[in-house]
């Protein structure tokens, strides 16, 4: 079965420094996501992306914040910057659109970033 | 107001209990709706989409009510790897955004 696959699985990283996280979504996927996860809080939306280009963005997706589809299979998000409020963990999902009414979403397993 | 209320939990319940869940969203205008469940420190898999005339899968059936604005899942026969913590998502007025309640976490006991 095809799933979303994510690297690292874990990354620590120090207070102002560039991260970038990695994933790979499902082949046939047109939609991708990244979503993060702070411990013990629910999940929040970030970015979404169709067609090269960010088709929405959360107010925490600030300027801080790029996504990317460098290649035919590869999705990053980068935290140009990174603070310790940002010390999460982050999932990507991808989705076909469905009619264009449903919008499934399959989600990697994460990436936990810690920043110190 | 939040986009997505749950009640946190925890349902605590024995080996084929019947638990339901609901789930209420504040934008009338959402268009989608699904459940997800995650185990812990896990991501979140799709267990359902909501459809307007409610569905089913197996031992769990989703519905939909426009006019009050919730949904809900119901799960009967539960089974102890059903212990986990369930998400409702709803996508605003079908643009590419979604939000997700808190969760309401599920124990079932032997």
């Known amino acids: 079965e095809p799933e979303v696959t994510q690297t690292p699985s874990h990354q620590v990283t120090q207070m102002g420094q560039e991260v970038i996280l990695r994933c790979v979504p499902i082949?046939?996927?047109?939609?991708f996501y990244w979503y993060r996860q702070i411990l013990g809080q629910k999940v929040e939306f970030l970015v979404s992306?169709?067609?090269?280009?960010?088709?929405?963005k959360s107010e925490i997706f600030d300027d801080q914040f790029s996504v990317e589809r460098p290649d035919g299979s590869n999705f990053t998000l980068k935290i140009r910057s990174t603070k310790l409020e940002d010390s999460a963990m982050y999932f990507c999902?991808?989705?076909?659109?469905?009619?264009?009414?449903?919008?499934?979403?399959?989600f990697g397993p994460g990436t936990r970033l810690t920043v110190t | 107001r939040k986009e997505v209320e749950q009640d946190p939990g925890p349902f605590n319940v024995p080996e084929g209990a019947t638990v339901a869940f609901n789930c209420t969203y504040s934008?009338?205008?959402?268009?989608?709706f699904f459940w997800y469940r995650q185990d812990c420190r896990k991501e979140p898999k799709l267990l359902m989409s909501?459809?307007?005339s409610g569905n089913e899968d197996g031992r769990f059936t989703a519905q939909l009510n426009r006019a009050s604005q919730y949904i809900s899942l119901l799960i009967r026969d539960s089974k102890l790897s059903d212990s986990a913590t369930y998400l409702c998502?709803?996508?605003?007025?079908?643009?590419?955004?979604?939000?997700f309640g808190s969760g309401t976490k599920l124990n079932v006991k032997p």
């Open positions: 999902a991808s989705s076909e659109a469905v009619n264009r009414v449903s919008y499934e979403q399959y």
């Open positions: 992306f169709y067609n090269n280009e960010i088709s929405e």
């Open positions: 934008n009338s205008a959402s268009q989608s």
């Open positions: 082949s046939n996927h047109l939609y």
């Open positions: 998502v709803v996508n605003l007025n079908n643009f590419n955004k979604f939000y």
């Open positions: 909501v459809y307007s």
